[in-house]
Structures are given as C-alpha cells and as structure tokens.
C-alpha cells in the first residue's frame, strides 16, 4: 500500500513550535532543546516507513512524549555529583539479613511453623522468587507453593494478632 507523504520539511515548519513546546514542557531543566532534536531525528528516520498520513501532529507529539521519558530514565541512570563522597564501611555479607529486636519475635513465629510452609515462606520473601521459582526449589506445583505461603501467612497473622 502506498501512503502520499508531504515532504518532510512543511511539517516541521508546521509543528516545530508545538514539539519544542512539549519538549520544553515534559523535560528536565535545560534539556529540551535536546529532547526536540532527539524527537525530530526520530521522526526524520521514521518517516520513509509510514503507512497513514492521518494526524502527523498526533504522531510527532507521540515521539516528542516517547524522547523526554527517555531522556528521564537516562538522567536517572547518570551518577549525581556530591559535594562529600562518603566513606566506604565494611559489611557482613549477609548484613542485609539481620534481624532486629522488634523482628526477632516475628522470625521465632516463622520458625514454628511447619518446615514446608517455613520453607515457602523463606523462599518467596527472604529469597524473593515468585511462586513458580518456589515451586521449582521445592519441586512442586506453583499452586501447591502458592496454598503453603497463603497457609504460613494465615497462621503468622493468626499468631500476630493474639
């Protein structure tokens, strides 16, 4: 199917202001000059490969929207400048894992239950794997490890609450 394209320059004379408006709008300080540069080049590569020439504005805002987020999600990823570096501290390995008065009683309750659902519980919280990596430490069904966490819960709330 062959799509009837306008050349490429009348509409960025057409929408310049507006992708640069929403740039401005949706970007970090000082960055959106960048993010309507970024937006402009990707609608330049994509345009040869259009199917519908209907409401190019929509499509241009869509790209512009898609640049500044990206450029978001990069700016998070940059290291941040600090006045102070702190100091490196030595850890425990498993200093992650140490139990603070206040969870000790939690943890006694934990340990009480009954060795599977222990087992469950400590694989899907302490862990952290879903129900189906659960299952396939303790070579069960994603159901089954599903029903012993939902058990051990019931009981440790049960417990809690007395």
Same mark, same amino acid.
């Given at each position: 199917?062959?799509?009837?394209?306008?050349?490429?320059?009348?509409?960025?004379?057409?929408?310049?202001?507006?992708?640069?408006?929403?740039?401005?709008?949706?970007?970090?300080?000082?960055?959106?000059?960048?993010?309507?540069?970024?937006?402009?080049?990707? +609608? @330049?590569?994509?345009?040869?490969? /259009?199917?519908? #020439?209907?409401?190019?504005?929509?499509?241009?805002? *869509?790209?512009? %929207?898609?640049?500044?987020?990206?450029?978001?999600?990069?700016?998070?990823?940059?290291?941040?400048?600090?006045?102070?570096?702190?100091?490196?501290?030595?850890?425990?390995?498993?200093?992650?894992?140490?139990?603070?008065?206040?969870?000790?009683?939690?943890?006694?309750?934990?340990?009480?239950?009954?060795?599977?659902?222990?087992?469950?519980? +400590? @694989?899907?919280?302490?862990?952290? /794997?879903?129900? #189906?990596?659960?299952?396939?430490?303790?070579?069960? *069904?994603?159901? %089954?490890?599903?029903?012993?966490?939902?058990?051990?819960?019931?009981?440790?709330?049960?417990?809690?609450?007395?």
């Amino acid at each position: 199917m062959t799509v009837s394209l306008p050349p490429f320059q009348p509409l960025v004379d057409a929408h310049w202001r507006d992708v640069a408006r929403l740039a401005h709008a949706l970007s970090g300080p000082g960055e959106g000059d960048d993010v309507a540069q970024q937006a402009w080049t990707q +609608a @330049l590569a994509a345009y040869p490969r /259009l199917t519908n #020439a209907h409401n190019l504005r929509s499509w241009l805002m *869509t790209i512009t %929207a898609r640049c500044a987020m990206d450029g978001h999600r990069s700016r998070n990823r940059r290291p941040r400048p600090t006045d102070e570096v702190p100091e490196p501290t030595e850890r425990a390995p498993a200093a992650d894992l140490v139990v603070t008065q206040r969870d000790s009683g939690l943890w006694e309750l934990v340990r009480a239950l009954p060795p599977r659902q222990r087992e469950a519980v +400590a @694989l899907r919280y302490v862990a952290d /794997l879903d129900h #189906a990596g659960v299952a396939a430490a303790m070579g069960t *069904t994603p159901g %089954a490890t599903r029903r012993l966490v939902s058990d051990a819960l019931a009981a440790l709330r049960s417990e809690v609450e007395k």
